[in-house]
């Protein structure tokens, strides 16, 4: 529900495709409802979601219009409470999930939705870590990982794949083999726990137990292939588009090393544990991987960079 009594800035599709797209608008004021609480924004998670939904490639799958404002997580102060919410909120420091509106100055959550932020957490931290290492850790569990197996993360460098090393490396792998763009870029995964860089298209090794993909994309039955037998492969992200309408051939044409694939999303973890996990992850030592902190008007420039394909970690925007 908005109202109009006070106006406040938010980054906004105008139109679908390239980060020309997004504009600055000013909104009124989010009111939060029941359940609800309203937050004073200081720092808005920067997806890979983010540019699927601008871009245009999620509007398959979930219906998106012109006016809608990105951003699912934030990290800020609990400026007020809707109807049923403990008013002892207010004032509180807090990460939150929201359904949509997060780039924006003020952004409206489910008290459900919250994590407080330990003494120390950084706003900007907090929205580095967050989701993405839930999304690291529920992702792990999926594949069934266990401690001696060998990982193989592709698209290591970015928001998702960061955590994912760390808390591979954490878990007790025995080897974590990365994807990624330069040698530099491997640098910095091996100061993160990475033991084996390889490039893109991950040629030189084979025989891996678990796979965390990223990527997805035309590539993807080429990985599947890397599986030891009875080896996963879980997507978590779609960054190089949808894989071939067959790849699922490459599961067949080796049938007798019953490997297996799977898709991985937060939203099919239960709440209590999603938020359980974020809460964890926030009070734990896991290292945030901030590529940039940027203004929340240039929320161009920030996809710009992902676009192209720059960003290693994660990138801010501060709205103030």
């Known amino acids: 529900m908005w109202v109009t009594v006070v106006a406040m800035k938010a980054i906004a599709i105008k139109a679908f495709g ?12 989010p009111v939060p409802g029941e359940g609800q ?14 540019a699927l939904i601008r871009s245009g490639v999620l509007g398959a799958f979930r219906s998106f219009a012109t006016g809608h404002v990105l951003g699912s997580e934030v990290a800020g102060t609990v400026a007020a409470v809707g109807a049923g919410v403990d008013v002892s909120w207010v004032g ?4 939150a999930f929201v359904l949509q509106g997060g780039y924006a100055e003020r952004a409206v959550a489910p008290v459900s939705a919250l994590a407080p932020l330990p003494d120390g957490r950084s706003a900007v931290d907090a929205v580095t870590i967050g989701s993405s290492a839930a999304v690291a850790h529920f992702a792990l569990r999926n594949a069934h990982f ?7 993360v592709r698209g290591a460098a970015g928001g998702l794949g960061t955590p994912t090393v760390q ?26 726990g990475a033991t084996h860089v390889l490039d893109r298209s991950g040629a030189g090794e084979d025989g891996f137990d678990v796979i965390v ?24 992200g779609l960054l190089g588009g949808p894989p071939p309408a067959d790849f699922g051939t490459a599961l067949f044409a080796a049938f007798q090393q019953s490997r297996s694939f799977g898709v991985f999303s937060l ?15 926030l009070a734990s030592d896991l290292e945030p991987v901030v590529h940039d902190v940027l203004a929340l008007e240039q929320a161009v420039l920030a996809h710009q960079q992902l676009d192209a394909g720059e960003v290693f970690g994660r990138i801010a925007l501060t709205p103030r």
């Open 146 to 152: 266990a401690p001696g197996e060998s990982v193989l």
């Open 37 to 50: 609480v309203l937050i004073e924004t200081e720092a808005i998670g920067v997806g890979g979601v983010d």
């Open 213 to 236: 993909d990223v990527v997805a994309g035309p590539e993807l039955p080429a990985f599947l292939d890397k599986l030891n037998p009875n080896g996963r492969l879980v997507t978590i």
């Open 18 to 29: 390239g980060p020309e797209g997004l504009a600055t608008v000013e909104l009124p004021d």
């Open 167 to 192: 808390l591979a490396a954490r878990a007790g792998a025995s080897a974590i083999a990365v994807t990624t763009s330069s040698p530099a870029r491997g640098e910095r995964l091996r100061a993160l």
């Open 92 to 95: 509180r420091r807090v990460w």
């Open 267 to 281: 939203d099919s973890v239960p709440d209590a544990d999603r938020y359980a996990a974020i809460a964890e992850w």
